[in-house]
Structures are given as C-alpha cells and as structure tokens.
C-alpha cells in the first residue's frame, strides 16, 4: 500500500501529559469491570467454588499475552497502540484489519456499557427517562475525551479507585466474618466444600468456563496505548505486565474465594451480583444500594475508557492511512478530536439500535464483537513470535523478554486456539464465533478492496 500524504507534525503529536499516578491507577483498576462484579456470578453457578481455578487459569491466559505485549512495547515505544503490533509483525494487512476489528469491539461496547449504567440509575431512583440519562452520560464522557488526555487520567484515577478501595473493603469485611470476628454464624470455610464438594459440577466445566470469564479481564491493554500519551511510557508498561498476576490474584481470585466462602454458591443468581448476596449474608446494611454505586462506577470508568481506546485506536488507523486523514488532526490541547466525536456518533447510533431493534440489529453487533478479542490476542502472539525472532536474527537485546520463548508463546497460541474452538462448539456461544467470523471476513475484504483502489 502507498505511503499516506504527509501532514505537519504539530498536527498529529499527542499529548504527554498522562502522570505516573494516572498510569498507575489505570494498571490497576483496567482490569476490574462489570464483568467481575455482575458477570462473574453465572460462572460460580456453574463451576461452584471450584471458580477460582477458572478465574486462575483465564488470568494466567492473560498474563501471558500481556508479557508479549509488554516486551513489544519496550522494544517499539514509538509505536501509539499496540493493535500496530500486527502490522510489524505480520504486515499491512494485520495493522489494518487488527485496528478496525479492535475499533469495532470497543465501539459496540460504549452502548452497552450505557445501557448498563441507564438501568443502574434507575434501581438508584431516577426517574427521568432512559433516553434522556443515556444521553448525558454519552455527551460527558465525550466531553471528558475532548478536554484533554489528562482529564481521561484523572477520570480513570478516582474511579478506578473507588472500585479498587471497595473490592480490598469487601475482602477484609469477608475475612472478618469467615473469621467469627463479625457477624453472626459465621460459616467458617464450610462452604468452600459444602453443596457437592469443592468442584461440584466436575473438573471439565472448570475450564470450559474460561470461555466465558476470559471476557471480564479485556482491557488491561488499554495501559499500552495510554502510555504513547504518558511522561514514562516504558515504565508504565513494564509496570502493567510486572504487576497483573498480583492484581488477578487479589481482585479476581481473592474476591471470588471470598464470595463462595460466605455464600453456598448454589444460592447465586445468574445475572445477579455476587458481591451483594454475600454483603446480604454478612448482614451489611444497604448492600445493594452500596453494590449499585460501586457497579456504576465500574461501568462509568469502562465508558470512559472505551471513548479513550476508540479515538486513539482510530487516530493510528488514520496516520497510517487505513482511515480518512482528516481524523489525524489533533486540537489545540493535542486531542484527536474528530476521532473522539466520530466514536461517540457511533455509540450513539448504537443506543438507538439497542432501543429500536434489541433483538435485530443490535443483537447482530454484540455478537458481531463477541470473539474479536480472542482474535486480535491471538494476531498479538502470532506477530509477537515472528518479532522476536527477527530481533533474534538480528542479534538486537530484548529487554522485557517474555518467558521461556518460544514454548511458552506457542503455549498461549495453542490456549487461545483452544478456547476459540471451545466457543465454536458450545451452543450458547455459537452465534458469538460464526457472528465475529463474518466482522473478521468483512475486515479483511475492506482490506482487499483498498489495497487495490490504491
């Protein structure tokens, strides 16, 4: 493909004006979504207490393809976002369909994640209509983005902090109980074997359930793109990938022991949060208002960084060509504005369709995006073999290697590919996979047909 015309830097340079704080607190909060708090309880009603060992093992799945990121990223820092990956190390046709693939995911989120926070109010008590709550959310976190990189860091740094400080409450609240030293009839670990033992359902659903949590940790790579617009940017990514395991452990596993400590995990309602049956257990007062508040707020910190991941995401896709060039510009506080507004445009035909056509075209674009990730981490691993092997033939120093290459990459691969078939052949997730195979063929015939006209 041609080179895209030239356009003055001072046009398309980003903003560095992301602070160590913000990347720290975006490390840490990125990975701890809806999905963790609502999401996570139709898992435990199919595993049991055996959970843990799925959220475990999902983690590990994801350690692995953030430590090739990590060392991607150290080894490329000008590099913007990490969906570019693809395009070093597989070629053009990666970069552009990776980019616009990744797009489309985050952009089908934003609705979702609007929808989500509409329904939260209104159990909160507000009585305006849906529309109009949706609306404003969209237009602030538009706002937010538009203001400048910092104001998406500070967002991100006191919500992630308030759902990080609920998550260590709820841990040492639980602790307590199990210990006797609050409440009344504490269960002790009981529970953890009680209702049909620790694995109750058997030890196969304990990894056939990967293929639905893995979907709860997306976004921790979210840190390998904000860190283009930070003052450290290779300390912020070796920081994410040196730190994730700790957090997976704490904040996923920690919590989910917690959860079927106190509460027989036959007593979970899919759909329902987890966290607030066993604050009710406990007998904390307003669990599920005190569980609404943290719930939103993990949901407003998604949208927020869904608006961020879309407009870079498509900034990038723009510089190199892949996109209409005007969405390069930046503003005079260095936002890619046009790339911001054309991703909130799109999260708001995206409400629409949910509210005219739940179950048509709405329905087609959630699964549409379903395995996308798993894809776009499986280009990752791919390309990030072919690079290090470059970086091996050209004698150059790797200094975040990822462990014990190449076994542990083709590991990964083989994980990935696994839990992609797994989708394939599990009836609940059938339309998800099919679904995302026509985005992916869509995307590489939009590929084809531009590579040609130029």
Same mark, same amino acid.
């Given at each position: 493909?041609?080179?895209p015309a030239? #356009?003055?830097?001072t046009?398309?340079a980003?903003s560095?004006?992301?602070?160590p704080?913000h990347?720290?607190?975006?490390?840490?909060?990125?990975?701890?979504?809806a999905?963790? /708090?609502?999401?996570?309880?139709a898992?435990?009603?199919v595993t049991? *207490?055996a959970?843990?060992?799925?959220? &475990?093992?999902?983690?590990?799945?994801?350690?692995m393809?953030?430590r090739?990121l990590?060392?991607?990223a150290v080894a490329n820092?000008?590099?913007?976002?990490?969906t570019?990956?693809?395009r070093?190390g597989?070629?053009?046709?990666a970069?552009f369909s990776v980019? =616009?693939?990744?797009?489309?995911? =985050?952009?089908v989120?934003i609705p979702i994640?609007?929808?989500a926070?509409v329904n939260i &109010?209104?159990?909160?008590g507000?009585?305006? *209509?849906?529309? $109009?709550s949706?609306?404003?959310l969209?237009?602030?976190m538009t706002?937010?983005?538009?203001t400048?990189a910092r104001?998406?860091?500070?967002f991100?740094f006191?919500?992630s902090?308030?759902?990080?400080s609920?998550?260590?409450?709820?841990?040492?609240v639980?602790l307590a109980?199990i210990a006797?030293?609050y409440?009344?009839?504490?269960?002790?670990?009981?529970n953890l074997t009680?209702?049909?033992?620790f694995a109750?359902?058997?030890t196969?659903?304990?990894?056939?359930?990967?293929?639905t949590v893995?979907?709860?940790?997306?976004g921790?790579?979210?840190v390998?793109?904000?860190?283009?617009?930070?003052?450290?940017?290779?300390?912020?990514?070796?920081r994410?990938?040196?730190s994730?395991?700790?957090?997976?452990?704490l /904040?996923?596993? %920690?919590?989910l022991i917690?959860?079927?400590?106190?509460?027989p995990w036959n007593?979970?309602v *899919? %759909?329902?949060s987890p966290f607030?049956?066993a604050l009710?257990?406990?007998?904390i007062?307003?669990?599920s208002t005190i569980m609404s508040?943290v719930?939103l707020?993990a949901?407003?910190s998604?949208?927020?960084?869904?608006?961020?991941?879309?407009s870079r995401v498509?900034f990038? &896709?723009a510089?190199?060509?892949d996109a *209409?060039? =005007?969405?390069v510009k930046?503003?005079?506080?260095r936002?890619p504005?046009r790339s911001?507004?054309?991703?909130?445009?799109?999260g708001?035909l995206g409400?629409v369709?949910?509210?005219?056509?739940p179950?048509?075209?709405?329905? /087609?674009?959630v699964?549409?995006?379903?395995?996308?990730i798993?894809?776009i981490?499986l280009?990752?691993?791919i390309a990030?073999?072919?690079l290090r092997?470059?970086?091996?033939?050209?004698?150059?120093p790797?200094a975040?290697?990822? =462990?014990l /290459?190449?076994?542990?990459?083709?590991?990964?691969i083989?994980?990935?590919?696994?839990?992609l078939?797994?989708?394939a052949?599990?009836?609940?997730?059938q339309? $998800?996979?099919?679904t995302?195979? #026509?985005?992916?063929?869509?995307? &590489?015939?939009?590929?084809?047909?531009i590579?040609?006209?130029?």
């Open positions: 493909m041609s080179s030239a #356009v003055p830097a046009e398309t980003l560095r004006t992301l602070r704080r990347m720290f607190m975006i490390t840490i909060g990125g990975i701890i979504g999905g963790l /708090f609502v999401s996570s309880s898992a435990i009603a049991g *207490p959970v843990v060992i799925t959220y &475990l093992l999902t983690g590990l799945l994801v350690l393809v953030m090739m990590g060392e991607m820092p000008e590099v913007r976002s990490f570019e990956f693809a070093l597989l070629g053009n046709w970069g980019g =616009w693939l990744y797009w489309f995911f =985050w952009v989120v994640e609007v929808i926070a &109010l209104a159990e909160l507000l009585t305006i *209509p849906a529309w $109009q949706g609306c404003v969209m237009v602030a706002l937010v983005n538009l400048s104001s998406f860091g500070e991100e006191w919500f902090s308030i759902k990080v609920a998550i260590i409450a709820f841990i040492l639980a109980h006797g030293l409440g009344e009839s504490s269960p002790g670990l009981a009680a209702h049909g033992g109750p359902n058997g196969l659903v304990i990894v056939a359930t990967v293929t893995i979907f709860s940790m997306m921790t790579e979210v390998t793109i904000a860190a283009a617009e930070s003052t450290e940017p290779a300390k912020s990514v070796a994410m990938t040196s994730i395991i700790g957090r997976i452990m /904040f996923y596993v %920690g919590s917690m959860i079927v400590a106190v509460v007593s979970i *899919p %759909g329902e607030t049956a009710d257990a406990m007998q007062p307003y669990a508040v719930i707020t949901v407003l998604c949208l927020n960084s869904c608006y961020y991941i879309c498509l990038v &896709l510089e190199k060509g *209409p060039r =005007w969405l930046v503003n005079a506080r936002v504005s911001v507004m054309l991703g909130s445009v799109a708001v409400v369709a949910q509210a005219y056509s179950d048509g075209l709405f329905a /087609f674009l699964n549409a995006s379903g395995a996308l798993l894809v981490y280009t990752m691993a990030h073999v072919r092997r470059q970086a091996i033939e050209a004698n150059r790797v975040m290697p990822m =462990w /290459f190449p076994w542990l990459s083709y590991l990964t083989g994980a990935i590919l696994a839990v078939l797994a989708m052949l599990t009836p609940a997730l339309s $998800q996979f099919w995302s195979a #026509v985005s992916i063929v869509v995307a &590489l015939g939009a590929y084809v047909l590579a040609r006209r130029r």
